[in-house]
């Protein structure tokens, strides 16, 4: 079995490209517990499938993708505690971000992102977590943001059209005993002719829309989720967006921070930068253009109406090398 497969099926990891950081990080395989232990040169490597294996560093497999160590070290820096709070990830993905806030005692995470699929399947069956998709964070407002959520939640069924309960009760209905009629029988509450009729014409219309596909719909919360809290303020704002400048999606992340929220977004310059000062393979390779990115940074937190706490070095460069910053900001005064 190749080595990047070994990794995931036994549990080690969650995903191939997450088995193969391992691999890089140093795994190692046996296929008794008296036989020596062979290191993993390559992804394709072939282990046995019975063979023992252990991971030289594990710091790859604490999270879903290498954004959770990014944040790990982003929380670490900042010293936020974020135990308790109701956190927003914008850009969630496959729920890097996600997992270590949850890891470090998040009580709630609603993620957003534009693309559909993409969060791990431990996440999205994990009842601290709304999973938001299709949405693009800078058309966000509290309003869409509830709208999308309670949508998440729900399913949508077909209004209740049993009417088994509401069926009148046909006339002569008193015939159906063998004709016997007691002497104090009292039809005053039997169906008229014209209420049948009419019942069964609303029946058959029904049956047609069934047929048609136009039946009304009604969207209702699953069944466990019917308390879960969707309020559309965050202790916490925090997100690792691609291909969109954070200057473009700040204004809209700032009305769903709580009064005393904080911001925290890992600042890519590749896409805070005009093509033309990026290198070849999306890497910036001048460094004077940091400063530069960093200054947006900053004027795009105070016309948003924040204020920066810190900007510093996020713990891990991006998986193209790319160097990467974190932004703590708190709404002003």
């Given amino acids: 079995m190749r080595a990047d497969v070994c990794l995931v099926e036994k549990g080690h990891a969650a995903t191939r490209s997450q088995a193969q950081r391992l691999i890089a990080s140093g795994v190692e395989w046996r296929a008794t ?39 790990e070290g982003a929380l670490q820096a900042t010293g936020l505690q974020v135990t308790g709070w109701r956190c927003l990830d914008v850009g969630q993905s496959t729920g890097g971000f996600t997992d270590c806030l949850l890891q470090q005692g998040a009580a709630q995470v609603i993620g957003v992102d534009v ?23 800078r058309g966000l407002t509290p309003e869409a943001l509830r709208e999308a959520c309670d949508a998440a939640l729900c399913e949508v069924v077909e209004q209740d059209l049993d009417d088994n309960d509401t069926q009148p009760v046909a006339p002569y209905a008193w015939m159906r005993n063998g004709g016997e009629v007691a002497d104090d029988y009292d039809d005053s509450d ?10 069964k014409a609303e029946r058959a219309a029904k049956a047609r829309a069934r047929a048609e596909g136009s039946v009304p719909t009604v969207r209702k919360r699953r069944a466990g989720t019917e308390h879960i809290d969707i309020t559309p303020q965050f202790d916490l704002v925090t997100g690792d967006l691609s291909f969109i400048s954070l200057t473009l999606v700040l204004p809209a992340l700032v009305p769903l921070m709580a009064q005393q929220g904080r911001l925290l977004m890992l600042v890519k310059p590749q896409f805070e930068l005009q093509p033309g000062q990026v290198g070849k393979g999306g890497i910036v390779r001048d460094d004077t253009l940091y400063p530069v990115v960093e200054q947006r940074i900053r004027d795009a937190c105070a016309q948003a109406g924040l204020v920066v706490e810190r900007y510093f070095d996020s713990p891990i ?17």
């Fill in 33 to 71: 517990p008296r036989a020596p232990w062979v290191r993993v040169a390559k992804n394709s490597d072939d282990i046995p499938a019975a063979a023992e294996v252990r991971l030289l560093d594990d710091a790859e497999a604490r999270y879903l993708s290498r954004g959770g160590l990014k944040l």
């Fill in 317 to 333: 460069r991006g998986g193209d090398g790319n160097r990467e910053f974190f932004v703590e900001a708190r709404r002003a005064a």
């Fill in 190 to 199: 039997d169906a008229k002719e014209h209420e049948v009729e009419a019942f």
């Fill in 115 to 137: 693309g559909q699929g993409q969060l791990h399947e431990r996440l999205r069956a994990d009842p601290r977590v709304v999973c938001v998709e299709g949405l693009n964070a």
